[in-house]
């Protein structure tokens, strides 16, 4: 347990299975709860990740997996940077739904705990926020980020702080750098939902094949 006990902030954080998580968001996305809640909490992540990204990206046209997009949040603050490919994957179809009209070129529903069902090699970048976060997605899920990715492509990530070595998110970040199956250019404690004393660590890196 993280010293400052992160897992007791919110009640999401509480939920075991991946059919608990989903149930949840399920019912969060209701009269649009989700974004509302996002909004009064003050959730940076989406604008804090997509203004990193941006500055390491100069192309514009660049094909990106949005891993757990929810309701299209980091799609929406991407846009504004003039990216416009978005590939949204989440567990909750009732978010998909939510996700604002053309804003996505596609958008599945897709456990990200198990193999994902897209080709090697088939993204420019993969961006996930939000979604490393107690009971949600595993770090198995960077090895399949880094497999969808092409080289040189880049990987977004968020990772909750209360999660991090738990979870074994370090070992496994540590076990990808020693490899040399990506190189890293920034990873820092960002503020994430900071108005309730909650961090994640914020990761971009770049593949190697
Ligand atoms: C905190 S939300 C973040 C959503 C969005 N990226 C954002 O920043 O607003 C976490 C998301 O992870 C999704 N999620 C949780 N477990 C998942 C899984 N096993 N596979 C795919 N998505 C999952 C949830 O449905 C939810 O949309």
Redesign the pocket.
Known sequence: MSQKDVGNKIP?YKLKT?NE??KY?DEWGIKNK?DQD?EEWN?T??KESSQIFNEYCDKKDVKIY?????????GVELKKYGFSKFYG????QK?LDLVPKKLYASLKK????KAIDEKDNSFDAVI????F?F???KPHALDEFIRITKNDGLICFTINEGIYEEYGFDKKIEQLNNNKFWKKIEFFKSDYIASKDVNAWLGLYKVVK
């Open positions: 999401i991946t998580v989903m968001y989700y996002m959730y992540g989406p949005d891993a757990g997009c929810g309701t299209g949040l980091v994957a989440d567990l909750s978010l897709v456990d990200l705990n996930c926020i939000g979604t976060t009971g949600h997605v």
